[in-house]
């Protein structure tokens, strides 16, 4: 059961800060903007949604063994998320909720709950990583863009100047095509975003994909469907008050 959550956990990375059905396409968009300008579009897109409810299935491939969840996420920003993470036949196996700067992640099935900095030594991932996924924070990377009529290429770098995260947007809809994490300059995930449609004003993938070269994990994620800036109360989000430990 332990290796089965860990791998169904690392669904966690899938989704991107982008909140992502068939409606009519977008209008045209504006030609001729400049590398850092089409980056700025892709970023200003990104800020519109403000809230999401999302459903999703994903596939987890490890070393050749499948698993399968069905995933619910909610979005509440600028400070707040919940992922739950449900086996095919109906039980939670992951609940994770994030609040301010308080994190928890309960395994039901285990009986386990873990709160903010001990998530990262139960967990293939940190809350910094998650935060970074769901609510669009940068972790202080200075991003510049370069590239043509085809493809615009993002280089995020560190404060020590080596390149912490990179993505390719197709120039012509500003829509993100990949984009890869590195630690100490080796790719650790690589997301790939496809069937992207229009949603309330914004384009949203459909189809993501996820490597993890060094874990030999590949994750194939189909989104149902998403609400776009709905009401979301704060109690959807069960975030209990962090104890004066954690202070």
Known sequence: MRHRLRSVVLVCGAL?????????APVALETGLTPNAVYTAVRRQEAQVRALRSRFTARVNRAGEVRRADGVLLVKKPDR???RLLLPFGPTVFDYTSWDDHDRMQLPLEGK???DAEIADHAPFSPADLRSVFLGTDG????????????????CRDREGAVARLLRVQTATRRVGQEVHFVAGQPELIMQFDDYRHVESVD???????TYPQKNVRLDITVQGYEVNPALADELFDAPQPSSSRS
């Open 113 to 115: 709950q873990f709160s």
């Open 140 to 155: 202080g990377l200075q991003c510049s863009a370069q590239g043509g009529a085809v493809e615009t290429t993002v280089e």
């Open 204 to 210: 949203l993938p459909f189809q993501i994909s996820l």
């Open 81 to 83: 998320f919940r992922l």
């Open 16 to 24: 991107m800060a982008a909140c992502r059905t068939r409606v009519p």
